[in-house]
């Protein structure tokens, strides 16, 4: 053993050099105290609060010994301790524990079957509810009902059930579509002359909403994962992850001009449910 | 030099804390930035509000002055910007977490590398894992939260792959979600993040810690002894204490080092979550990206099997990190089957090349890991070197295909070539 004094980390302590850091650590710790309470700015109590770490690390390593590390036989780690070997053949020879492991693991078992049975059982509902109805006027986010003369090439991103503007699950997604007609597969009865159609804005692959409509190709377009529909038939996936086209709202005109629903969606809005 | 005389120092902190080799180091520092995690997490939830009820938001960030705030979104503004040192405190937090899982990925790479998980040493390496799966989920409800913009995407993602799972998947989602309104959920995140989450990692840190004393920790082989039998590098406990506050005083310094320079998380200019709005850079933390890339790059499935729905979220978001985490899991049963070792052997920490099959596993596993990773940041990429985004999806889509066994076999032949140039 090389070098370790009775005292030695002591000794090192008591030099001009880690008093000095220790100094210099808690004069910047007061500091990033006092500049919480002063408010202030994020550097600078980050600053101070790192030098007075890595102060602290200093002085900690001035008392570190000089000998980290030796030499043994892997039976001869730690003097009095028990050598590996023999602790190991005492782990294999207590077969009460395997009871234990094998008792617990049967137990888990019978407890997940049991969780997933009443799961099962407690019933499924038929997906999602939305709020859209025969009868319920689009609006904007601000509440506006919309006339399907004043929709623009391209649409608008978002548009709600009247009553319940904001309601996540009823987002709908409407447009004008900028170089077709709606072609079949599209319900041709509920486009508004020709060119405006409505679509769940909730992605049938995760659930994100569908935020984005590329007139020249006149595709939807999920940010998320980069799902890509047809708005001109269908919104049909056409790349992509998602499997299932977006929900189409049955879309009419009522006698003043504004659009309004003809129906609930025909389909589940949303992603697909195992 | 004889044993007797190095002082001894308590055997758990021997075996917890063995400084002979910096990748004994990770689990340590992840252990570190557990705490720091928990201490800043403690102050966080005085300010925190787990409400998505609007209210106004009456703080002194002038962007949202007046405006109408989810309470969630408008409580971590105040944090930012009004509550003393709360930035800091916020930032120090989201930069732990991160240290935090890259140090647990890694030490878990070392354990799977260095064969340290063989023997007795199996039943460890199970509870590592789910340690792994629970960080995992801790960062998940803890990003959401915030209720950002990207927290309506993320939290509705979640869901979708829960409600994926066949027979079942709906009920459990919504008994863990709280049903599929993105308003109802965080609330519920809340309690998972604060308390139900941390108290079952702490649990399951003291059997890991606890588990590491009693086997042992592996030791670095260092030369044959003239009978053959290998000597081993051990910390004497000499100076252990102090190297452990050491590293202790390194990693905050560290932490809060890139807190100041790093606006890691800052919420200010990102906007609150509201119903139908979508960013086009959404991105959940770096560590989801391989689940996220998953479920965009595998292809559109639609198949209906004895009544239960296979969808591309069932795939990609459950059965294929179910299929990697399950390779993890298995991988040390297989060995045991066909290379096996003496007990004693089994203490030393193995240089991986000389296990040039565990080696092309593991490089299996990681370009895998990474490729999927890559596919999350798919309209990044092809921003960045200006194709298509479809042309990289599909060029990804076909590395996962070829690239996993190529750079396999070539981590085996480089391993092989390696071991044969310094036998063991």
Redesign the interface.
């Known amino acids: 053993?090389t070098g370790?004094r009775p005292g030695a980390?002591g000794d090192r302590l008591r030099r001009p050099v880690p008093v000095g850091v220790g100094a210099v650590a808690a004069a910047l710790l007061v500091a990033f105290v006092a500049?919480?309470?002063l408010?202030w700015p994020?550097?600078a109590?980050?600053?101070a609060?790192?030098g007075a770490?890595?102060a602290?690390?200093v002085v900690?390593?001035q008392?570190?010994?000089?000998?980290?590390?030796?030499?043994?036989?892997?039976?001869?780690?730690?003097?009095?301790?028990a050598p590996?070997?023999t602790?190991?053949a005492a782990?294999v020879a207590t077969p009460v524990r395997r009871r234990w492991v094998l008792g617990g693991l049967g137990g888990l078992g019978v407890g997940a079957l049991t969780g997933?049975g009443l799961?099962?059982w407690?019933g499924?509902?038929g997906g999602?509810v939305t709020a859209w109805r025969r009868g319920v006027h689009l609006v904007t986010?601000e509440g506006q009902r919309i006339r399907a003369a004043d929709v623009p090439v391209g649409g608008f991103?978002?548009v709600?059930p009247e009553g319940s503007v904001?309601?996540?699950?009823s987002?709908v997604v409407l447009v004008r579509l900028a170089t077709q007609e709606a072609q079949p597969p599209t319900v041709l009865d509920w486009v508004v002359g020709d060119r405006i159609v409505a679509y769940s804005?909730?992605c049938t692959?995760?659930?994100?909403?569908?935020?984005?409509y590329q007139e020249d190709t006149d595709s939807l377009f999920c940010?998320?994962?980069?799902a890509t529909f047809d708005a001109a038939r269908g919104a049909v996936?056409t790349?992509?992850?998602?499997?299932?086209p977006l929900p189409q709202l049955p879309l009419g005109v009522d006698g003043d001009g504004f659009l309004v629903a003809t129906d609930g969606f025909p389909t589940p809005i949303?992603?697909?449910?195992? | 030099?004889s044993?007797?005389?190095?002082?001894?120092r308590p055997?758990w902190l021997?075996e917890l804390f063995v400084?002979?080799h910096w990748s004994f180091l990770l689990g340590p520092v992840a252990v570190i930035a557990f705490v720091v995690l928990l201490l800043t997490g403690v102050v966080l939830t005085f300010f925190y509000q787990p409400s998505t009820e609007l209210v106004e938001y009456d703080g002194s960030a002038a962007l949202y002055a007046g405006r109408e705030l989810p309470a969630a979104f408008s409580s971590v503004v105040t944090i930012e910007e009004d509550v003393?040192?709360g930035?800091?405190l916020r930032?120090v937090h989201r930069a732990a977490s991160y240290l935090f899982v890259a140090a647990l990925l890694l030490h878990a790479l070392r354990v799977l590398l260095a064969g340290a998980f063989r023997?007795?040493r199996f039943v460890n390496y199970l509870v590592g894992l789910v340690l792994l799966a629970l960080a995992l989920a801790l960062g998940w409800t803890g990003q959401n939260l915030v209720y950002d913009v990207v927290t309506?995407?993320s939290v509705?993602?979640g869901?979708?792959?829960a409600?994926?799972?066949?027979?079942?998947?709906?009920?459990?989602a919504d008994?863990v979600f709280a049903g599929?309104?993105?308003?109802d959920v965080v609330a519920r995140l809340f309690w998972l993040h604060v308390l139900l989450l941390p108290v079952a990692f702490l649990l399951g840190l003291a059997a890991h810690l606890w588990l590491v004393v009693?086997h042992?920790h592996t030791?670095l082989p260092?030369?044959r002894?003239t009978d053959g039998?290998?000597?081993?590098?051990?910390?004497?406990g000499?100076?252990?204490r102090?190297?452990a506050?050491?590293l202790v005083?390194?990693v905050?310094?560290l932490l809060?080092?890139a807190?100041?320079?790093v606006p890691f998380g800052d919420v200010t200019h990102i906007g609150p979550f509201?119903?139908?709005?979508?960013?086009?850079d959404?991105y959940p933390d770096w560590y989801l990206f391989p689940m996220?890339g998953a479920?965009?790059?595998?292809?559109?499935?639609?198949v209906t099997v004895l009544g239960?729905?296979?969808?591309?979220?069932?795939l990609?978001g459950v059965l294929l990190p179910a299929a990697l985490g399950g390779a993890a899991l298995l991988w040390p049963l297989l060995e045991a089957l066909f290379r096996r070792r003496s007990?004693?052997e089994q203490?030393?920490s193995e240089h991986p090349f000389h296990a040039p099959v565990r080696v092309a596993f593991v490089a299996l596993l990681v370009t895998v890991t990474v490729l999927l990773s890559l596919g999350a940041a798919?309209?990044v990429i092809a921003q960045v070197i200006g194709a298509p985004?479809?042309t990289v999806?599909r060029v990804l889509r076909a590395s996962l295909v070829v690239a996993p066994p190529v750079l396999a076999l070539l981590a085996y032949w480089y391993a092989r070539r390696r071991s044969r140039q310094q036998p063991a």
Request: charged share 20%; glycine share 10%; aromatic share 4%.
């Open positions: 053993m370790v980390a500049g919480v309470f408010d994020t550097s109590l980050g600053l609060l790192t770490l890595l602290v690390a900690v390593g008392v570190r010994g000089p000998v980290a590390r030796e030499l043994v036989w892997p039976d001869e780690r730690c003097p009095g301790d590996v070997a602790a190991a782990a997933v799961l099962a407690s499924r509902d999602p986010a991103g978002t709600w904001r309601a996540d699950l987002a804005k909730i692959h995760a659930g994100c909403p569908v935020g984005l940010p998320c994962h980069q996936p790349f992509g992850p998602a499997s299932r949303g992603p697909v449910r195992g | 030099m044993v007797q005389e190095v002082p001894t055997r021997r400084p002979t003393p040192g930035l800091l930032r023997g007795r309506g995407s509705r993602i869901y979708t792959i409600a994926s799972i066949p027979y079942v998947g709906t009920e459990l008994l599929p309104d993105v308003d009693s042992r030791v260092r030369r002894d039998r290998w000597l081993v590098a051990v910390p004497t000499v100076g252990l102090s190297r506050a050491q005083a390194l905050c310094a809060v080092l807190a100041t320079l509201l119903p139908g709005v979508a960013g086009n959404m996220e479920i965009l790059l595998l292809p559109a499935v639609d239960a729905t296979i969808t591309n979220p069932l990609g007990p004693a203490d030393l798919s309209d985004v479809a999806i």
